[in-house]
């Protein structure tokens, strides 16, 4: 087979590298990728924006299955235009994407299927925004516990967790007046700010079988104890001792049955990646937060270091709508945790262009990968391309040992004004010391 992967980050590093260990798989071409898959696979020089060029490349290379990473060619049409052509691709269509590509759309559809999630309201105008806070919130010293939300991608940067007030009066002049995060902007959602910890559940479908994969968390804001500004995360772990089975057993029945069915109701059937972001919250159980449409970044990086089946064959069956017909996949028992390695000023303005050392001697470590983000390359070296710039992955044989190879290998890894947080998973550390102290 031939197997095309748009995208250029962690997440289409991660899916290119397990899916040229597929026997099935003669050929992977990624475009327009990175200096990683620039090593695992070849790179394609076509934006994942230029639809019209990826579907000329597929056909002329007779590309046998197209897997779409992000979520901006989703959102602009990539799979409609590449079934139009009779093209076989993994991903949801146009239509169903606005699970991601809208929030307003997304919280609206929640609450059309009854899955709990945030109560919210929807402006378009900064001034009925303003005056919805400064009624709910009349002295400015006040507690104002809201989140203000960009209602399009603004690649996980959009969403301003509020205390007081002038934090939100600030926020919607932001979002709306300053236009920091452009067009995805003319829309926004305020909702009521859930606390407890977040958790990551994905789960593959073919719009009538649901395949939930083992729960991660992933952590968003850019410092270490969950401070500092909203990026688009900063590591993750997989699996998350916080989402036990039953705990996944009542996601499933209460959270991506309902979506799932409420889609295909409303004429927009989903297949490819559904991933719940959920909070766990201690009085009312699991909330909804957001949908994406497409593999986590960096979630995908542990799960795909886990996944011990052919993901070609799950990829394939979602495509044939056969699903339900394919074995249970297997996953190594281990945890995986993967560390994002950003470049200074992230995920404000940062530099481009330093050269990276330590790549091989991190990978030549057993169990450890390192899946490049924004990287590229020159010659034989590797240079920073963007924010987040490597995803250092490790399995070990329990949470604290994976999380020792992950930071072992970061160690080995340098270049000019590289950092990381350093309490990935620490999360999951805590909750086990919690349960172990209530037995």
């Not at 995208?7 to 003669?26: C, D, F, M």
């Not at 579907?55 to 990539?78: N, R």
């Not at 029945?253 to 972001?277: D, I, S």
């Not at 994406?292 to 799960?303: S, Y």
Request: hydrophobic content about 40%; overall charge negative.
């Amino acid at each position: 087979m031939k197997i095309l992967i748009i995208g250029n980050g962690g997440r289409e590093h991660a899916l290119a590298w397990k899916i040229k260990q597929s026997p099935r798989v003669k050929d992977v071409f990624v475009a327009p990728g990175n200096a990683g898959t620039a090593r695992d696979a070849v790179n394609v020089p076509i934006a994942a924006e230029d639809i019209a060029g990826l579907v000329k490349f597929a056909k002329s290379e007779k590309i046998d299955l197209t897997v779409v990473g992000p979520e901006v060619p989703l959102s602009l049409g990539v799979v409609d235009a590449f079934e139009s052509e009779k093209l076989r691709v993994f991903g949801p269509s146009q239509a169903a994407a606005q699970l991601e590509s809208s929030k307003a759309f997304c919280k609206n559809l929640l609450r059309q299927a009854d899955v709990p999630t945030a109560d919210f309201q929807v402006f378009r105008d900064p001034d009925d925004a303003m005056r919805f806070i400064k009624g709910r919130f009349p002295d400015e010293r006040d507690r104002c516990p809201v989140v203000v939300k960009a209602d399009g991608l603004a690649a996980g940067k959009g969403v301003i967790v509020c205390k007081r007030r002038n934090d939100a009066l600030d926020a919607i002049d932001r979002i709306a007046r300053h236009k920091e995060f452009g067009a995805a902007g003319a829309q926004m959602i305020i909702e009521e700010r859930l606390d407890g910890q977040e958790a990551s559940v994905l789960a593959i479908t073919d719009g009538r079988t649901i395949l939930p994969l083992p729960p991660a968390q992933d952590h968003k804001p850019a410092f270490d104890g969950d401070t500092g500004p909203n990026t688009g995360g900063m590591g993750a772990y997989c699996p998350t001792p916080m989402v036990d089975d039953a705990l996944m057993a009542w996601i499933e029945e209460h959270v991506l049955v309902p979506t799932v069915h409420t889609m295909k109701r409303n004429r927009k059937p989903f297949r490819g990646v559904l991933y719940a972001g959920l909070m766990l919250t201690p009085q009312s159980g699991p909330k909804v937060l957001e949908y994406n449409c497409r593999f986590g970044d960096p979630e995908c990086q542990p799960l795909l270091m886990r996944l011990k089946s052919d993901l070609v064959d799950i990829l394939e069956a979602v495509v044939d709508q056969t699903l339900d017909q394919i074995p249970t996949p297997e996953w190594d028992p281990r945890p995986a945790i993967c560390v994002v390695m950003a470049s200074q000023g992230y995920p404000g303005d940062y530099k481009k262009g330093q050269p990276i050392v330590g790549i091989d001697a991190a990978d030549e470590m057993p169990d450890v990968k390192v899946f490049h983000a924004g990287t590229r390359l020159e010659g034989d070296t590797v240079f920073t391309d963007g924010g987040r710039v490597l995803g250092v992955t490790a399995l070990g044989d329990s949470i604290s040992l994976a999380k020792l190879n992950a930071y072992t290998a970061v160690q080995k890894v340098r270049w000019s004004g590289s950092w990381c947080r350093k309490d990935i998973s620490d999360k999951a550390l805590q909750f086990i010391e919690q349960q172990q102290a209530a037995q």
